[in-house]
């Protein structure tokens, strides 16, 4: 699919009846509507890229980015601090106590987790 696919795909999630989280999340990274627009404009992206691992790659290191990566890698950002951010962006991640940001979300790991993925 193209990122215009993906979108209009979005928009039917978005207005599916049985949708009762409200949530039009796809891909590997879970990236909603609102938040793929942005990313197409924040990245000058026409909307026929394909919404292939390269391009979904790119959306979440834009992502990450945009939630502190490198002011964290340079130290200027504490592991909590990215943690929480991070969890607002994802909710599946969990905030440096370990809970989900959003009411009604667990998270799928634990802190230590998620800062030694990131660590690599």
Do not use: C
């Amino acid at each position: 699919m193209t990122l215009d696919e993906v979108d209009a795909l979005q928009s039917k999630m978005l207005r599916y009846p049985d949708n009762s989280w409200n949530s039009s999340a796809v891909g590997r990274y879970q990236i909603v509507r609102t938040t793929l627009r942005d990313l197409r404009k924040e990245l000058g992206l026409t909307g026929k890229e394909r919404f292939d691992e390269k391009t979904q790659d790119r959306l979440a290191m834009a992502l990450l980015e945009r939630r502190g990566l490198s002011k964290w890698r340079a130290g200027t950002m504490s592991d909590t601090q990215f943690l929480n951010s991070l969890a607002q962006e994802w909710a599946s991640l969990p905030t440096s106590k370990g809970k989900g940001h959003y009411k009604g979300q667990r998270a799928a790991a634990t802190p230590r987790q998620v800062l030694k993925a990131l660590h690599g």
